[in-house]
Nanobody, 129 residues
Framework: QLQLVESGGGLVQPGGSLRLSCATSGFSLDYYGIGWFRQAPEKEREGVSSISSSGGSTNYADSVKGRFTISRDNAKNTVYLQMNGLKPEDTGVYYC??????????????????????WGQGTQVTVSS
């Protein structure tokens, strides 16, 4: 059964860093594009970053460019989101999601929730002093 499990969230002060992990099981990560999304209280879910199945191409929302870095280790079936320079507006539940397709080998999926087939349960990130 295909599963995605996020970890690494927590409470951090503004300017701090966290690294989120998305551990996958039940499928070979080699064939999937992966995205990270977040949802703040009373706000819609928004795309944060995505990565092609080869790992060679990435995509970022303007709000996180230069601060967040997505990467993947297909051998470990894990995708990471390194978050630096965190701001209070980065607070929310962070989800990883997968989408199957050969088209994602070179190009990362779009940051649209309807592009993705499976989702994790999320991990809470709180940025506060």
């Amino acid at each position: 059964q295909l599963q995605l499990v996020e970890s690494g969230g927590g409470l951090v002060q503004p300017g701090g860093s966290l690294r989120l992990s998305c551990a996958t099981s039940g499928f070979s990560l080699d064939y999937y594009g992966i995205g990270w999304f977040r949802q703040a209280p009373e706000k819609e879910r928004e795309g944060v970053s995505s990565i092609s199945s080869s790992g060679g191409s990435t995509n970022y929302a303007d709000s996180v460019k230069g601060r967040f870095t997505i990467s993947r280790d297909n051998a470990k079936n894990t995708v990471y989101l390194q978050m630096n320079g965190l701001k209070p507006e980065d607070t929310g539940v962070y989800y990883c999601a997968s989408t199957l397709g050969s088209r994602w080998y070179l190009h990362p999926p779009q940051l649209r929730a309807d592009e993705y087939d499976h989702w994790g349960q999320g991990t809470q990130v709180t940025v506060s002093s």
